[in-house]
């Protein structure tokens, strides 16, 4: 495509951005086409923009997994610099490895940098298209969001009770981590999840805030008779607020989980599962599927406590 000669993968990734115009740009695009299609309409755009976004995705990937096998190797390298030339080794070792404080940060914080801001990039023109669509359109494009979003709703404790607000943490809990397992497999198995996951939760939050913006401008307008500029800007960080509380720590999990199973796939398809590099890759990955599991966690208690700011 035309936004894949601009958006070159290496500097997407030293500036992750501009990752946002280019998934801006793909999904825009997508959900337009997808609007002008007799189809299902809620399921044609999440394919056709998970489609159009997949190459910049998959080329990034492969970018981020042959860094990593450098820096294992380079790794190795030194550790046989060490027994061969110790002094060699310590200058070496200064000048390469002298501001890895964090490695597991250093390592991941470009892609995942990438990830957010392409996130952004899809959660911006959904939302747009959310808040402006005619009804019937709004209706169309968000058929399926809409319809999971009552099921998470229907979660919630309906009273306040410590069994219900038990039960509740339960049953949301295991859905998020059925989601993560899900995650993790597709990105295994087929390489894409995380491009999925990515389309899939930045709708479901789009739908979401659009939803509640809607229904506030709508009061506003039937109480007051007239909505201007200033009243979008008063009910939208209302709506980003009611859903972002927990909201951003499932996402930022989500985001985790798939980037390690898409890497882990790219390593096992280049390496091989016996090769020393894959599993060397996959000690380096596993931590950010346990630090995902975390986050749902935290996530899930968040969404039990605070259930008037997530149901806005």
């Known amino acids: 495509m035309i ?3 601009i958006f070159r993968v290496r500097k997407i990734e030293s500036k992750p951005h501009l990752a946002f115009f280019l998934a801006f740009s793909y999904s825009l695009l997508s959900i337009l086409f997808a609007l002008i299609l007799p189809l299902e309409t809620s399921l044609t755009a999440i394919f056709l923009v998970t489609i159009a976004c997949l190459p910049s995705l998959n080329r990034l990937l492969a970018y981020e997994e042959r860094k990593s096998i450098l820096e294992i190797e380079k790794k190795e390298l030194l550790q046989i610099l060490r027994i061969e030339d110790p002094k060699k080794y310590e200058k070496l070792k200064e000048r390469l490895l002298k501001k890895v404080k964090y490695p597991l ?11 957010f801001f392409f996130f952004l990039g899809l959660l911006t023109s959904y939302l747009l298209l959310g808040i402006f669509l005619p009804q019937n359109d709004y209706q169309r494009l968000f058929f399926l969001q809409m319809a999971k979003i009552q099921e998470i709703r229907s979660l919630a404790p309906t009273t306040g009770s410590v069994i219900s607000t038990q039960d509740a943490l339960l049953l949301i809990l295991s859905n998020n981590l059925k989601v ?7 990105s295994l198995v087929y390489g894409i999840g995380a491009m999925f996951i990515l389309v899939w939760n930045s709708s479901i939050l789009a739908c979401g805030i659009s939803n509640f913006v809607r229904s506030e401008i709508a009061r506003v307008a039937r109480e007051v008779g007239a909505v201007n500029m200033f009243t979008y800007f008063r009910v939208i960080p209302i709506a980003f607020g009611a859903y972002m509380v927990h909201g951003i720590l499932e996402i930022l999990a989500y985001f985790l989980i798939a980037i390690a199973g898409s890497l882990i796939s790219i390593a096992l398809t280049k390496h091989g599962i016996k090769s020393k590099e894959f599993w060397d890759f996959l000690a380096n990955t596993i931590d950010l599927i346990l630090i995902s599991i975390i986050l749902l966690i935290i996530a899930a208690i968040v969404e039990v406590t605070l259930p008037s700011l997530v149901m806005g």
Do not use: C, M, R
């Not at 940060?105 to 990830?115: D, L, P, T």
């Not at 993560?180 to 597709?186: E, G, Q, S, W």
């Open 105 to 115: 940060i250093k390592e991941f914080k470009n892609i995942v940098g990438v990830f």
């Open 180 to 186: 993560a397992l899900f995650t993790l497999f597709f």
């Open 3 to 5: 936004f894949e000669s």
